[in-house]
């Protein structure tokens, strides 16, 4: 149980900056409920619960930003893998110079651009479904692109696209095609979306 309590925002940072304020916002109230219930969090534990509540919004989003703002050291960059979770600081040269700069520019989040970020998403998913039906694999065997190519270590990342194109049909696709191509059903295939996806594309 959470005490009660008061919050207070404030920053300065250009609304849609793509500065990803947002995630920084979710990690801060998380050290801070979790200091105030005294419940200390584990970092990487924490980075991956807060990748989790940004998707409650309703974008499919990944973890990079609450990872930074949870393991990232001053004057080194940051290696970050997934799937589990892992980081490691890379040391920065002392010549090396970042610039942050006003683009003027706003990286919207939500209506369209994030029915957009799903959709990719989504087709993503898709496409590795797709590769592992080209790589002879089960359907939903791999997590991700990473693991299917250690289960194929003799095959270079630039042989995927040749074998996607097999199995893909050129152009615009419908459900109902592409679970032909792959063998499936298209309510296997429509179990992959996310759920905005599903809602509000026809092809889904």
């Given at each position: 149980p959470?005490?009660?309590l008061r919050l207070l925002i404030s920053g300065d940072i250009p609304a849609g900056a793509g500065l990803s304020s947002s995630s920084a916002l979710v990690v801060a109230v998380a050290l801070a409920l979790?200091?105030?219930?005294?419940?200390?969090m584990e970092r990487v534990a924490m980075a991956e619960a807060m990748a989790a509540a940004e998707r409650y919004v309703g974008t499919a989003s990944g973890g990079m930003d609450q990872a930074v703002s949870l393991l990232g050291e001053a004057g080194s960059a940051?290696?970050?893998?997934?799937?589990?979770?892992?980081?490691?600081p890379v040391p920065l040269s002392a010549e090396h110079v970042f610039v942050v700069a006003e683009s003027l520019v706003v990286a919207e989040k939500g209506g369209g651009a994030q029915d957009g970020y799903n959709t990719r998403v989504a087709e993503c998913r898709l496409a590795l479904w797709a590769l592992e039906v080209a790589s002879g694999l089960p359907r939903?065997?791999?997590?991700?692109?990473?693991e299917l190519e250690g289960r194929s270590p003799e095959r270079a990342l630039s042989d995927y696209l040749p074998l996607l194109e097999e199995v893909l049909p050129p152009g615009e696709a419908s459900l109902e095609e592409l679970a032909e191509r792959m063998a499936c059903t298209t309510e296997a295939l429509r179990g992959q979306l996310p759920e905005g996806v599903r809602r509000r594309h026809a092809y889904a």
């Open positions: 959470l005490p009660s979790a200091a105030l219930a005294e419940r200390p940051l290696r970050i893998d997934f799937d589990p979770l892992r980081a490691r939903g065997s791999t997590a991700h692109l990473g």
